[in-house]
């Protein structure tokens, strides 16, 4: 089975500030891919970044930048410079290479105050 | 369409009466999924559709739970006799190919009263 496990429920940074959101995750399969999507109030789940597990390189978007680490099952998001627009509840998802359904985490709501 | 498209987005019905879910996905995307986002219980998946082939409707939670895809573009999700659990927004999503992400709907959120 695979899991996937967000440990903060809610996190504040300021206005142009950096914050990462941690995610960790258990599967027995070697090939994977990892997802961060975001949730504002308007409901629409928004694709942030995406991490083939087989590459080591982490993926960056812009000011949204993954720290993969395939070992400790670990992929936390790092947001820069974030801006009011930031706020949200924020996933993460683990889809498996031989599957199609994601996994998701309980999430993490994001807070930027001015 | 210019995204993926669902209808109603809200929806408020009576305890033990049929709801129906449309979704409409993405053009020429082949891939559609339904998720269940509930608080306190994440997002669950439910069904998914993949072009012509069989249905997966290994996460629909009971019988009381269909889902079709007429000529592989919309989708409905029909929830008979609901129930007050049944209440939580239902989340459609389609792709084009596997393994890169979906593009979600703004979801219909459901109360049962």
């Known amino acids: 089975a695979q899991t996937v496990t967000q440990s903060q429920p809610e996190m504040s940074v300021q206005e142009a500030e950096t914050v990462t959101l941690s995610c960790t995750y258990d599967?027995?399969?070697?090939?994977?891919?990892l997802f961060w999507y975001k949730q504002p109030p308007s409901r629409q789940m928004i694709l942030v970044i995406r991490?083939?597990?087989?590459?080591?390189q982490n993926a960056t978007e812009n000011r949204f930048s993954v720290n993969f680490q395939k070992a400790a099952k670990s992929f936390s998001l790092k947001i820069s410079d974030s801006q009011l627009g930031d706020a949200a509840m924020y996933f993460c998802?683990?889809?498996?290479?031989?599957?199609?359904?994601?996994?998701f985490g309980k999430g993490t709501s994001l807070l930027v105050t001015p | 369409g210019a995204g993926v498209s669902q209808s109603p987005s809200n929806k408020v019905t009576e305890k033990g009466k049929d709801v129906e879910l449309r979704c409409d996905p993405i053009?020429?995307?082949?891939?559609l999924y339904w998720y269940r986002q509930s608080l306190g219980q994440g997002l669950e998946f439910l069904i998914y559709?993949?072009?012509?082939?069989?249905?997966?409707k290994s996460g629909l939670p009971s019988d009381r739970f269909s889902a079709e895809r007429t000529g592989g573009s919309v989708s409905t999700l029909t929830i008979q006799r609901t129930q007050q659990e049944d209440s939580a927004v239902y989340l459609c999503?389609?792709?084009?190919?596997?393994?890169?992400?979906?593009?979600f709907g703004s979801g219909t959120r459901l109360t049962v009263v």
């Open positions: 991490q083939e597990a087989y590459k080591q």
């Open positions: 999503a389609s792709s084009q190919t596997e393994n890169y992400g979906y593009t």
């Open positions: 559709f993949q072009g012509n082939s069989a249905p997966d």
């Open positions: 599967t027995s399969e070697s090939d994977y891919y």
């Open positions: 053009s020429g995307h082949t891939a």
């Open positions: 998802a683990l889809e498996s290479n031989s599957g199609y359904a994601l996994n």
